[in-house]
Every structure is written in structure tokens, then in C-alpha cells.
């Protein structure tokens, strides 16, 4: 009897840990399973990932941006570049037609939007809501540069950048100021002392390790992950623009100290050569950029802006300088299409090439053309009477964006070393008489040409 009672027990217990576990699988796929988002791949209106904390906090700051009218819209790098491997794909994306977060879900501690300053109505009160949905705020302030140079407004600060965390996932906010040379600004992000550090890992933010400055992109709203936003209409170029974003403000207080030592020009000779300069370097730079070639301000326009935040005056020609490695061989002719006949030709494309353009009234257009060596840049001159060949010797440098004559334009990075090496130590002092085979402490003789190729390397007109 004990032995039945044995077996009785034995298949009651086997009974009950079967249902047991058939319970339990039927509870994780039916509770668990949903719950989690796991295995719902093949289920009629999954929505994979959407329960991510990057998309929550995505989702939450576009519906605060869009009830506030919050002119904003994405540049996260990392978003973009997933964006335009299926851009045709994005593009025709209806609102609630995802099943699957392929973005905003990608791990990562920021998403970065800019924000569009200049539309922008109601900051205050878009901060104030922001706290109440949940989102920690953090505002990055700090003077306007542009007004360093006028004593009664050298204190106003400016929004530069916002970061709004919720939960471990973090909006970084970046505030884009409209400049005078129709482009867009955003300033560096310097935590002040009273700040929290550990706030978030500032050092992984892809913006505000400098200032930077932008074409001004065209938008279009598509819908990522469900949501609605506006993001550039050509994301490659704005990836593109980012690297090479670094923007170096014009020093405006020494600019006017400049002026209080040596009073500036206001001659009406040297007003309408200011206007004409200005004039030539905009046509210059609307031409150089329909051919896709880079240029910077170079010898004594680089000088002037440095210096005092303008055109010399007394220097009677506009220069930029463009790499070797850009030179293209419809140059010449861009520059003739637009009215400005070749003046000079000095030098070949793999030896000392410089191009001078006549413009109006007798000013000239010199580019001088820059070789790369191992430690060290260079452009050439020619001596046309005699045929003797200069080199001038520069620093390697790179270039950054500035503001110069209301034109976002190209600048050495390394602007002190790039005139020092050209003007010497003293080249806060203004010279008005200078001889460029003698006077620049960076020449040196590089031989002469033989008189063989006088007639290709010398070409006056």
C-alpha cells in the first residue's frame, strides 16, 4: 500500500511541476514578452525599441519644442549618418507607419538639435515647462563677442547652449545665432564655476569645444521613429561643414585700441578703397566657391583683419591664398567671366604659381598659391625684369572660419604665427612703404627661372 501510495505521489508531483511550467512559458510570452519588447519582430504592430530612454526623452522634447514653437531641428552626427544610408527610405516614412526604432534608439548619451535663436519668442517660458515635464536644464551663457569693442555693451551675454537631461539620456541644445555675413553661429561652451561638472559627460558633447560657424542649411520635416522633425535637406553637407566648423572672432577691443594709438584713415580716397577691396573680395569669393575651391585672407588682408578688424587702407590690393592641391585649371577664366582680366602670371602649377586679376580703379586680386612640405608651407615669387625666383616660408597652419567685411570667410587657425612669419614681431606697427623681395622676414632667394621658360612662367598683360 505505501509503495502505491509512493508511485501516486510521485506522478501527482510530476503532474503539477508540468503545469507548473506550462504556465510559466505561457505567462512570458504573453505578459513578459510584451513588457520587454523582446520576440515581437513577427507580431502584427510591434514596436521595437520604442521604449528606449533615448527615444523617451527625444519623443518628450520634440512635443515640448512643437506646443512651444521651438524653432529647432536635428544635427546630431551620429543621427544624421544613419539617416542618409536610407534617406529615400526616411523620406517617404508616414508619421505612425515605423514598427521599429532604427534611430533614436541607437545607444548614446546626447541627441543634439540647434536651435534657430533669431525665431525664437518665448525662451523663458520654454524653460520653465521644460522643468515641469521632467527635464533637467542647464544654460551655458556668455558675452556676445560682437560687442567686445563698444564699452556700453560688452557685458551682454547670450544664450549659447541649453542641455536638458532626462533620466540618463541628455538633449543637447545648440543655440545658432544669425551673423551679418548671412550664415549661422554657435559659441563655445565654457562651464562657469558655480556649474555642475558631473551634470553630464560634457567631453562626449560634439558641439562647443569651439566656436563654429555654418552655411545656413534648407530644411525639410520627415518623420524618424515616429516623430516628426526638420532636419537639413542635404545632410551630407552639413556632416561635411561639421569638421571644419572652428570659428576665430575678430579681436575687436585690441582692433580699437589699434585705432586710439594710430588713427584710422577716413580720407575719402581711403573710404572708397575700403568699399571697392570689399567689393573685389566678395566677387572673388562668390567665384572661388561656384568653382569648389578653399581660399583664406593672406599677406596683408590677413594682417588688416587681424590687426584692426578691416581693410589696410593704404595696401592697395586684396590677397588670398588657396593650397596647390585646389588649384583648378578653369581659374582663370572664372575670373575673367566675371570681369576681372588677368593681370599677371607668375611661376607654374609644380613651381611658384601667383595669379594677379585687375579690378576696379586700379586694385588687384593676388593669389598666391601654397605648397605643402614636410614641415614647413611656402608660396613662391617672381622678379619679372630678372626672372629670380623667391620663396616665402610659413608654419604649417589650418584654417578656420571668421567674419571679415560682413563675409564668412577662411582664416589661418594659427593667425599669429601665419603674420608673424610674414611681418616679424613688429607687425603691430603700421609700415606703409614695403618691399616684398626684401622686406618679409620669411623670404628667401629659390633661384631663377631659365630663360628658356621666361615665356611660359612670366606672362604680364
Known amino acids: 500500500m505505501s509503495r502505491i501510495n509512493k508511485n501516486v505521489i510521485l506522478a501527482l508531483l510530476t503532474l503539477a511541476s508540468s503545469a507548473f511550467l506550462l504556465f510559466q512559458l505561457y505567462y512570458y510570452k504573453h505578459y513578459l514578452s510584451a513588457k520587454n519588447g523582446a520576440g515581437l519582430s513577427k507580431s502584427k504592430g510591434s514596436r521595437l525599441g520604442f521604449d528606449s530612454t533615448q527615444w523617451r526623452a527625444v519623443k518628450k522634447f520634440i512635443m515640448l519644442t512643437s506646443s512651444q514653437n521651438v524653432p529647432v531641428f536635428l544635427i546630431d552626427p551620429l543621427i544624421l549618418e544613419l539617416i542618409n544610408k536610407d534617406f529615400e527610405q526616411v523620406k517617404n516614412t508616414s508619421h505612425g507607419s515605423t514598427s521599429e526604432c ?219 591664398g588657396i593650397f596647390i592641391q585646389d588649384y583648378k585649371s578653369d581659374i582663370i577664366s572664372a575670373f575673367q567671366d566675371v570681369g576681372l582680366p588677368l593681370k599677371h602670371k607668375f611661376g607654374k602649377v609644380e613651381d611658384s604659381l601667383e595669379l594677379s586679376f585687375q579690378g576696379k580703379d586700379d586694385i588687384k586680386l593676388d593669389i598666391f598659391f601654397f605648397y605643402e612640405e614636410t614641415d614647413h608651407m611656402w608660396n613662391g615669387g617672381t622678379q619679372a625684369k630678372t626672372g629670380k625666383k623667391f620663396k616665402y616660408l610659413f608654419p604649417k597652419f589650418t584654417l578656420c572660419w571668421t567674419e571679415f567685411v560682413d563675409m564668412k570667410i577662411h582664416v589661418p587657425c594659427e593667425t599669429i604665427e601665419y603674420i608673424e612669419a610674414n611681418y616679424g614681431k613688429t607687425w603691430k606697427i603700421p609700415v606703409k612703404t614695403w618691399d616684398w623681395k626684401r622686406s618679409p622676414p620669411n623670404v628667401q632667394p629659390n633661384g631663377i627661372w631659365p630663360v628658356s621658360e621666361w615665356d611660359e612662367v612670366i606672362q604680364l598683360y
Request: charged share 25%.
Open 102 to 320: 532604427k534611430f533614436f534608439c541607437v545607444p548614446r548619451d546626447f541627441t543634439a538639435f540647434a536651435l534657430r535663436y533669431h525665431l525664437w519668442k518665448n525662451e523663458e517660458g520654454w524653460f520653465r515647462i521644460a522643468e515641469n515635464m521632467g527635464f533637467q536644464c542647464l544654460k551655458i551663457e556668455s558675452k556676445d563677442p560682437r560687442l567686445d569693442g563698444i564699452d556700453s555693451l560688452s557685458g551682454t551675454e547670450i544664450p549659447l547652449h541649453y542641455i536638458c537631461r532626462l533620466a540618463s539620456h541628455a538633449i543637447h541644445l545648440v543655440v545658432f545665432h544669425e551673423r551679418s555675413g548671412n550664415y549661422l553661429w554657435h559659441g563655445h561652451l565654457r562651464l562657469k564655476g558655480h556649474m555642475d561638472r558631473k551634470f553630464v559627460p560634457f567631453r562626449k558633447l560634439q558641439f562647443g569645444r569651439y566656436p563654429g560657424a555654418f552655411d545656413r542649411p534648407e530644411l525639410q520635416q520627415i518623420t524618424i521613429d515616429g516623430l516628426e522633425v526638420f532636419i537639413p535637406k542635404d545632410p551630407v553637407r552639413f556632416l561635411e561643414e561639421i569638421p571644419h566648423s572652428r570659428f576665430i572672432e575678430c579681436r575687436y577691443k585690441e582692433a580699437r585700441a589699434f585705432f586710439q594709438q594710430y588713427l584710422d584713415d577716413n580720407t575719402v580716397e581711403a573710404m572708397t578703397f575700403r568699399k571697392n577691396a570689399k567689393e573685389l573680395l566678395q566677387l572673388a569669393a562668390k567665384t572661388l566657391k561656384k568653382l569648389g575651391v578653399r581660399f583664406w585672407l593672406s599677406s596683408g588682408t590677413c594682417l588688416g583683419w587681424y590687426r584692426q578688424c578691416n581693410i589696410i587702407p593704404y595696401s592697395k590690393d586684396v590677397d588670398l
